[in-house]
């Protein structure tokens, strides 16, 4: 069985759903904070304590020459522990990830 969040929250299960919806795909922080209304003061803590406890894989990115950003996407136990999340409350926003070379 895997573990919410042990400090989970509003924001966090928000978060998390709007990661599932697409698992596969990278987003950085700013586009989450627009999409969910989150402030950045408590949007980046929560990846950092999501990629600390091993349900976000974050890496660096340059786009267009811009300084380097964080992008952020659920990591395979992510996607288990919002798959248990879920069951729990008898709803599925998640969708398949594809095969390994589907990955980007």
């Given at each position: 069985m895997v573990a919410r969040p042990r400090h989970s929250?509003?924001?966090?299960?928000?978060?998390?759903?709007?990661?599932a919806r697409e698992p596969e795909r990278w987003r950085?922080?700013?586009?989450?904070?627009r999409e969910l209304?989150?402030?950045s003061g408590t949007l980046y803590p929560a990846l950092i304590r999501l990629a600390d406890a091993?349900?976000?894989?974050?890496?660096?990115?340059?786009?267009?020459?811009?300084?380097?950003?964080?992008?952020?996407?659920?990591?395979?136990?992510?996607?288990?522990?919002e798959r248990e999340r879920n069951a729990h409350a008898g709803v599925n926003t998640i969708?398949?990830?594809?095969?390994?070379?589907?990955?980007?």
């Amino acid at each position: 069985m895997v573990a919410r969040p042990r400090h989970s929250s509003k924001q966090i299960d928000a978060l998390l759903e709007e990661l599932a919806r697409e698992p596969e795909r990278w987003r950085f922080g700013y586009e989450l904070s627009r999409e969910l209304a989150i402030g950045s003061g408590t949007l980046y803590p929560a990846l950092i304590r999501l990629a600390d406890a091993g349900l976000l894989e974050q890496r660096w990115e340059q786009p267009n020459g811009q300084r380097p950003r964080h992008m952020y996407r659920l990591s395979c136990d992510g996607v288990l522990a919002e798959r248990e999340r879920n069951a729990h409350a008898g709803v599925n926003t998640i969708r398949p990830r594809p095969a390994a070379g589907g990955l980007a």
